[in-house]
């Protein structure tokens, strides 16, 4: 028989040290049991290891188990997830189910509730699904990108519609390349997320003929839905491009109102943090609790913005400088900040 692996999240390190000591022996070695105290060990060990089935405790500090199942169906879609309480009543089980968990159960306290406890997850692990295939059509391709980014995967995303077809090279979480018909790099995958509707096939990765694209994945998702908000158009410029180098032109290089183009972007900093503030990633921040704090007040005011002008949530600040620019996201279950700079034009 194959062997089962489980990630136990609790506060509580007798109670985990107990776990899995218990559950090696009843499982007589078929069962890897992971263990972390807080959500911070847990994603940093679920981008390392394939876990069949999380159980996770409801009341823990700082991100409790709720806030964790929404932040984990968000990074780690199709991850079969238990929840785990000392009291589960009618109410939290609920609560579990609308938000994607497998079950609600209750701490075991006797050896009859251990036994069921195991038997129940042994169950669980065994119908656990290792990746999918076939056209998803609900899906968005930003969250498709997200997934495979977030996990650090390689993978080639093809994507077609009747009129288009178009690829996204993603190496070890970055993206490195895109391609639709005579348009590369930002430009072709600005234009395919850009897309109403479409299907995708993800395929084993290979390595593309030149590497066009170099940003922060995170950075090139919130470009490509800032520019299909603006209306921006891509793939009517293949009527007009009359050589391949004009064709990796970035599409807002194309507009008067751009005071630069995307290819020359350079990411300085990137911070993500969870919705509760606890810092997820980060990359080139000198100074990350002035960032973070930086995002909580931009949270607490978007709050206080929507209660007084009745247009929706507001979950984004943009600051464009001679410089560079700054980006900030705030929604719900995360916060971003990213920081660009463009070369001087005089120097590029």
């Not at 694209?213 to 491009?241: C, K, P, S």
Request: glycine share 6%.
């Amino acid at each position: 028989m194959r062997q089962k692996t489980f990630l136990f999240v609790d506060d509580d390190a007798e109670f985990l040290a107990a776990m899995k000591d218990l559950f090696a022996v009843m499982s007589r070695g078929e069962w890897t049991v992971f263990t972390a105290q807080n959500h911070s060990q847990a994603l940093d060990l679920l981008h390392k290891e394939h876990v069949d089935l999380v159980v996770l405790d409801i009341g823990m500090p700082v991100v409790d188990g709720f806030q964790f199942l929404r932040l984990l169906n968000s990074t780690h879609p199709g991850q079969q997830i238990i929840m785990l309480t000392g009291e589960a009543t009618e109410e939290q089980q609920k609560l579990c189910l609308q938000n994607g968990a497998k079950l609600s159960l209750t701490k075991p306290v006797t050896p009859d509730g251990f036994s069921a406890i195991y038997a129940e997850l042994d169950r669980l692990a065994g119908t656990s699904q290792v990746g999918f295939r076939g056209n998803i059509r609900p899906v968005r391709l930003p969250d498709v990108l997200q997934m495979e980014c977030l996990n650090g995967k390689s993978s080639v995303l093809e994507i077609f519609t009747p009129k288009i077809r178009g690829k996204v090279f993603i190496c070890n979480g970055s993206i490195v390349h895109a391609e639709a018909g005579r348009l590369l790099g930002e430009t072709a995958l600005y234009g395919l997320l850009a897309l109403r509707g479409s299907q995708f096939n993800l395929h084993p990765y290979v390595e593309p003929a030149n590497r066009t694209i170099a940003g922060h994945w995170e950075f090139l998702l919130m470009e490509a839905v800032r520019l299909r908000d603006e209306g921006t158009q891509f793939f009517e410029l293949e009527t007009t491009v009359s050589s391949p180098a004009a064709a990796t032109r970035s599409p807002v290089a194309a507009s008067t109102s751009a005071p630069f183009t995307f290819d020359k972007v350079r990411i300085e900093e990137t911070l993500l943090c969870s919705g509760a503030g606890e810092v997820l990633y980060q990359s080139g921040c000198n100074d990350i609790e002035s960032r973070a704090r930086l995002l909580e007040e931009i949270e607490q005011q978007a709050a206080e913005l929507s209660t007084v002008a009745r247009v929706g949530r507001f979950d984004r600040l943009e600051v464009l400088t001679p410089d560079g620019r700054v980006v900030c996201q705030v929604q719900t279950d995360r916060r971003v900040f990213v920081r660009s700079a463009i070369p001087n034009p005089a120097q590029a």
